[in-house]
């Protein structure tokens, strides 16, 4: 575990709210994404192989934690387009997790249980559509895992890098009496940068993930850790 000080840090005690991304961070779906989009861009008359699905692919792989409909309109461009892809994707990937190709990230469940047993408050967000984000929920029994899940259409349909999300996850859970009492953990600079622009007290890179560490930080990440089941440890201040 690598970490940044400042004067002016937080003390990491104080966190009352963690926001955790789930593809890369709590979940690991074995690069469904990729495979997801293969068979949407397919839909969409993108030759596998080509050149235009090698920029396309190498766009979504630059963007992982990023909301896909976003990324569909950047690749895309029309809205029709883009959100037919979206749907293609996100059915795809659906398909794929219904077969039993998504599993926990080892040792995610329990640092949720920690962090819960803890006395802070956990939200799970995404940047998939909700039927994905209920689809993975489903397939690792986490649907009682914590009091709310967020997707980008839940924080008026701005993914990350827009902090949209981890303010929503105060606004409803009010778990916390100021943003700095919340910590945001993801595999991607998307991740951490929604957390720095939410002004998250505390901002963890894992590495089990899209991003490494050089990433992360140049997004604003405070900690890296190897992965989520660190977390705990890191906020009740042990080394």
């Known amino acids: 575990m690598t970490d940044k000080h400042t004067p002016d840090t937080p ?3 104080d966190i009352r ?3 955790l991304d789930m593809a890369g961070t709590t979940v690991a779906d074995g690069g469904l994404v990729e495979r997801a989009f293969a068979a949407a861009s397919a839909e969409l008359g993108v030759e596998p192989g080509s050149a235009d ?3 396309k692919l190498a766009y979504v792989r630059a963007t992982m934690g990023e909301s896909k409909i976003s990324v ?4 895309f ?4 387009l883009a959100q037919q892809a979206n749907a293609a994707f996100e059915r795809a990937y659906g398909e794929l997790v219904d077969g039993g190709l998504v599993a926990e990230i080892p040792g995610a469940r329990a640092a949720i249980e920690e962090l819960r047993a803890d006395g802070r408050t956990v939200v799970l967000s995404t940047g998939f ?3 994905t984000q209920d689809a993975i929920l489903d397939a690792l029994g986490w649907r009682d895992l914590v009091p709310l899940t967020l997707c980008p259409a839940d924080a008026g349909g701005r993914g990350r890098p827009y902090p949209d999300m981890v303010l929503t996850a105060l606004l409803r859970t009010r778990a916390a009496e100021a943003v700095h009492q919340i910590a945001v953990a993801g595999d991607t600079s998307y991740d951490a940068l929604s957390g720095v622009r939410a002004g998250a007290g505390l901002v963890a890179g894992v ?4 991003h490494a560490e050089p990433e992360l930080r140049a997004a604003g990440a405070t900690h890296v850790l190897p992965s989520v089941a660190a977390l705990p440890a890191l906020l009740r201040g042990e080394r």
């Open 11 to 13: 003390d990491a005690r």
């Open 72 to 75: 569909f309109r950047h690749l």
């Open 17 to 19: 709210l963690v926001v």
């Open 53 to 55: 699905h090698a920029d």
């Open 129 to 131: 559509a909700r039927v």
């Open 77 to 80: 461009g029309a809205e029709d």
């Open 207 to 210: 590495l089990t993930g899209a």
